[in-house]
Structure formats: C-alpha cells, structure tokens
C-alpha cells in the first residue's frame, strides 16, 4: 500500500488505504471527459500502475459530454463516475441540477478560489489559451502579428477556425467579441473562413497547407505540432488571448464513488497535472511550471467571462454566431 499512500502530496495518509481497498473492490471506474486523448491515455495508463484500477471512458466536445450525462440523468440511469470538461459553463448547469458531489481534493489546495466552485462542486484542472496558428512554409515572414491582423485580405479564404453544430468553440469566439468588438467577429466571416469541428482539425489542415493560419487555437495542440517539427507555429497576441478553464468532478450517482475519488485525486495530483503539462497544458495548480518553452501564465494577458452570465445567455450568444458565420450552433 505504500505506493497507493503517497499519490498525493498532503493528503491524509491514514485514509488512502481504506480508500484504495474500497476503490479496489469496486474494480473500475468511467470517465466522461472533453480532454485531448493523447493525455487522457496517458493519465489513465500513471492511473492503472499506481493503484491497478482501469478506467473506461467517452471522450467528445464538451457539449456532447455534458449532453450525455444529462441524458443519463433523465433516464435515471448515470454510467459516468467523474466528468471533465473544458465548459465551466457545462459545471454550472449540472450544479444546478444538483447532479455533482461536493468534494475538495487535498491535491487541489493550490488552485485559486476562482477556479474552484464556492461549495467544491468543480475545480478546474487545466488553462486552455485561445493562440493565433499559421503555416510557416505558406507564411514565411509574414506571419500574423495580432487578432487585428488576421482581417486583411491577405486571409481570404485562408483562414480556419473551429465550433462544432453543439456550441463546442463559442465561447473562445464570445470571449474575443466582448473584448475586442462582435466587429472583428463579421471581418473574420467575411473572409470566408473555413469552420471546423475540432482544434485537432484546425492543425491538420494548417500542417498540410490547405490553410494558411487559424484563430482561437488551443495552446497545446499548436505547441505540439511545433515540437512534433510541423511546418506551424503560433503567436500569444499582445492584445489578450481567450482562456478556457477545463475543470473536473464527481457525479452524485457515480455507480464507482470510491474509484472516483481516488482517480479525482490522482487527476489533480502531482502525477496526473505533471502528465498535463508535459502535453502542453497550462495546470490550474499555482505551484506547478509552465509546459516546457511557454512563458509562466502570469506573463500572459488573459480574457475571461462570466460562465454563469455565458450560461445564462447561451441561447441568445449562440444565435448571433449563426447570424454572423452561418451553419449550426446548437441554439
């Protein structure tokens, strides 16, 4: 038991091994996350060794992850134990519906108060940054400079972005619009963008050049391509960059709720946010260091939103993306 005690840097030693035993008995537990499945195999592989507990889970955009847990819920039927999702928005509404347990992981005592719920029905885990990608091969020395840039017609129909039909991407959109005007939105869709359903679909098509640079890109799948040596890079502009909140909890019904506590600890815990960041991800924990070759998030200027006043409006926000950029928001 050794091993299993000393997961998590300050939790009470005493009460691991009943909750590993227990864990143990219960065998499994299931995940619902919107999280990079390079990384999620990868916290799930640390998971399994340290403790021998296998976790199945559904991965999709966040909509679609809290679309089935809601789903689940109607039928009074969960499957999932713990739920991630870069959505803050999506945690509201499932607090809200009095689906999430209270509980405040000892490995998330260094995550700000505004990046936890009030009554620990979330914490976030992860920071996805909003960047500016491009081709360097296509661009060369012309790379984009700022949001700003991206409107010259030097990027008609150059330019791609993502949103899938269910609002997944709307909120990054939203966040640059009440920063920087709904204008630079309309400029963007004049240019006859090319609208994706994923921000792995924004760098495959930047890699292979059929695009020459994307807008609101996530950070760690731009910094991975240019690790990976792929004709990309990216930019975080001067004037502010969108910053998306992934966060994690556990469900009232989990049908494994000792299995979810301790794959919720691990999740937060020094092993599972080093695994984070060495994907690339900014960790929500303050005590942790940027992902290898990025400035610390403090040397950032970031944009943020109200999610409850976002989720509060989302009806209406998502009917002026489909005025302006046309297709399916999930309105």
Known sequence: MLARRTLLAGAPLLAMPY????????????LYTSLDTKIVDQILAGFKKATGISVSYFRAGSADVTAKVLAENDAGNIQADVVDASDVGAFILMKQK???RSYRSPAAQTVAPNLRDPDDAWVAD???????????QKLGDHKPTSWKDLTNQRFKRQLTFFSSPTGDGAPRLYTLAKYLGWDLLKQYAALDPLRVDTPQLITQILESGERSAGFLQNDNIAWRSRQQGKPTDYLFPAEGLPTEPGAVGLLKAAPHPKAATLLYDWWMGDAGQKILVDGGKYSSRNDLPPPTGEPPISQLKLMTIDYAEYQKNRSDILQKMTDIFGGEWGV
Do not use: H, S
């Open 126 to 136: 992860r920071l996805t940054q909003a960047v500016i990608q491009w081709n360097t």
């Open 98 to 100: 009095n689906l999430l």
């Open 19 to 30: 909750i590993a035993r227990a864990a143990d008995n219960e065998g499994k537990a299931v």
